[in-house]
């Protein structure tokens, strides 16, 4: 069954179409890796299905139902939690709070105090952060903080993940730490759409791949498939020269 | 719950000092001398304007500048409820018509406009003040062909005791609000609202509602006090004072703690009161804009705010302090 | 048709000064990002500087040598202690922005205290160039055309100044970015302080125009303060050519709105404020 679902999904900024005329699907249980040159409109597509814009036409559809027109905080309590591409953590509150403010607010019903600190304490063990547990968030290192992200994301008790350029930044070790991380948020059922430019870890990890490119979708297939494709390939080759330029 | 683990000590301390501070308080007006009653009713009068502007401002970070509104709007409550429409409307009635009016202009300007940037906010609640002050005297002048009106004294006693009332429920809700989950969601909406939308919090409906909650008290003050000016009008119910004295209060005090905007609030009324007559009025208000600027470059935790840091430094030095 | 014209032709002489006004504002938020809530009474002191120096024989028009320059000092120099010391412990610009603002207050609070224990609060007033001049059929004093004039000659100056000179063009990079012109080599707490000092000695000349033409209070500052601010919501923040129109907007409407009646002139200016906020706060200009 596809939990989410776009048709015709399209957004302009000042008349310029940031995403254009995008479909797209995905299934339960899935890790869909969404890649594309930068400002290829991967972002302003997690806003959309996130409600933090509105699109201009199309409709998103999660668990069947239409979801476009809800506001945020009704998009997380339907179960759909993202990251962010610059991480927005609350920088003065200790790592713990930061995660039990999910736990609190996030799941359809909130949690009572004395389960959400039991399940923030969980969470912090499964993402390695329980040393730090109660320093404020704002001194954590980047990989943590990212981490953090995550497992705010996570107490709010999300069927879908969206990670927004989760290795980004990050060294080769917290790299590889990152990607098992994935795996094992995968392996709890949770299904995730990852934004990624690291492409060792998109080949690695996903089940299928979706290319934006100037806000169209240009491919979708197995990472094989994407790998292969002609069009994907003139797409990077050419970001690459002009790059070169 | 876990009884062993309560600290009674500690649980007396933080019962016990307000209810000794609200006995003493109680009984103030039979042992203090006049002046001292008449003082300590502006004194509440303080802290319950900066405490209120702090409940919704000083967790959010949003700067409201309209808290001469809601406290003008309180004033006209009580010119219009007691003189006007219905001469003997008990006083309790009259107060929450006052407060029920703020939440109301709260409400509705809340709602349109804390969607806007920080700084619009701060403009369009201070443009708000001027507005109703000069639409007011227009529709006074033109319509009623008066420029102010009487409003039937009470006597001090009763003028105390009511704001002792408002300054109780004040504090209490105030106190609430900061414990609770709803209290949590306020403070990290001012630490990032994107990410606490994404977190499940309903952040229009949380801002929105605070904002008009913590207005009804500025109101509620607006009506008593319109006892003791006995003749209002537009310039004295709308002056923007109104507005910035709660905001450097509460800075200067320090809006980490409850007792901040409380201790903030006293010091500036001790200080324009003894400034008051004459051009004394205009050393205090340069005292006062010389005080704000200091506040903000020095004192960025006010008073209350830099206490606790020395004191954290102290026993930190003693319990050596790892970070993560 | 003879009303229209007078309230067009009064509306655009006044709106001239408010455009010089919004400019000083449009730089100090635009580039500085401090809404000066101030800014009146930068202009309220040159104001009463020309009163002072018209009472010890100096030409009204010779103030503009002097208050210039020396608000453009002030400026400066309060931009380099204060509100640099702002910015730099903000932990992001929301909290720059709101600090500065009240400190801005703060000034303002400073300033006009200070003015009237020197100066009181009685209005006060000279005459100079008060002759009339008929145009096209309606009489002006001489002194409104001298001061529009003056107006519009610097603000076109100060717009060449901008497009023309390396500073100019420093000055409209940190508009645009300022973490980027700032590691393009351009001293962006100088520039920024720079910006700030122009804006106050804008608002000076526009009050020393102001006090050859109409009376002045020690109080009048935060009046033209609200005008410079709506006029900036209006034409957009840091456009010079939406400072002009968006100030003869406001003068003409000004002028039509106190013709009809005087005692909603003020909430005019609110309630247009308010409509823009909500339906396009970039303003006309704005991109």
Partial sequence: MHILEGEGVTKYFGGLAAVSDVSFYVDEGEVVGLIGPNGAGKTTLFNLISAALEPKTGEIRFKGKKINGLKPYQICRLGIARTFQTVKIFGNLPVIENVRIGSLFGPFKGLSTADATREANELLEFMGLSDVAYAPARDLTLAHQKRLEVARALATKPTLLMLDELMAGLNQTELIEAMDLVKKIREKGTTIVMIEHVMKAIMNICDRIIVLHHGKKIADGTPQEVANSKTVIEVYLGEASDAGN | ?324 | MDLIINIVLGGLLIGGIYSLISMGLSLQYGVAKVLNIAHGEFLMVGAFITYWLQQNGVDPLLTIVVGGPLLFLVGFILYRTVFTSIRLKAPNTGVYESNSLLAAFGLYFIVQNIAVLIWGTTPQRFSYLASSVTILGEDFNENRLVATAFAVAIGAAFYLFLERTRIGKAIRAAAQDPLTAGLMGVDINFVLALCFGFGAAMAGLAGVLISICYPITTTMGLGYTVIAIVVVTLGGLGSIPGSFIGGFILGIIGTGVTYWEPGLAVASYYVIFIILLLVRPKGIMGK
Avoid at chain 2, 22 to 46: A, D, N, R
Avoid at chain 2, 158 to 187: C, D, E, H, N, P
Avoid at chain 2, 225 to 250: E, I, N, Q, R
Wanted: avoid cysteine; aromatic fraction near 16%.
């Fill in chain 2, 1 to 324: 719950m876990d009884f062993s683990k309560i600290n009674w000590k500690k649980a007396a301390i933080t019962a016990g000092i307000p209810l000794v501070i609200l006995i003493f308080l109680g009984l103030w007006p039979t042992i203090g001398p006049q002046y001292w009653v008449t003082l300590f009713s502006y004194f509440l009068l303080y802290i319950i304007i900066s405490v209120s502007w702090t409940i919704f401002s000083g967790a959010t970070g949003y700067i409201s500048l309209a808290s001469a509104a809601f406290y003008g709007i309180g004033i006209y409550a009580a010119a219009l409820f007691r003189e006007q429409f219905a001469a003997n409307l008990p006083l309790i009635v009259v107060v929450l018509i006052g407060g029920l009016a703020s939440f109301v202009l709260a409400f509705i300007v809340g709602a349109i406009t804390l969607r806007l940037k920080g700084i619009y906010f701060a403009m369009f609640t201070f443009g708000l003040v001027l507005l109703l002050k000069e639409v007011i005297y227009y529709w006074e002048i033109q319509f009623n062909d008066l420029r102010g009106r009487f409003v039937a004294p009470e006597s001090n006693d009763t003028i105390y005791y009511y704001l002792l009332g408002i300054f109780v429920i004040t504090m209490i809700v105030a106190y609430l609000i900061r414990r609770s989950k709803y209290g949590l969601a306020l403070q990290i909406i001012g630490e990032n609202e994107e990410a606490a939308a994404h977190t499940g919090i309903n952040v229009t409906m949380v801002k929105v509602l605070t904002y008009a909650v913590s207005a009804i008290f500025i109101g509620a003050a607006g009506v008593i006090m319109a006892t003791k000016l006995t003749y209002v009008d537009p310039g004295v119910a709308f002056s923007p004072m109104m507005s910035f004295s709660p905001v450097l209060m509460a800075i200067f005090g320090g809006m980490g703690s409850i007792y901040g905007p409380v201790i903030g609030a006293v010091i500036f009324t001790y200080i324009e009161e003894i400034l008051k007559t004459g051009s004394m009025k205009n050393y205090y208000m340069l005292i006062f804009g010389v005080i704000l600027i200091g506040v903000i470059l020095y004192l960025p935790n006010g008073i209350v705010g830099s206490i606790q840091n020395l004191w954290k430094r102290i026993s930190g030095a003693r319990r050596a302090h790892t970070r993560g």
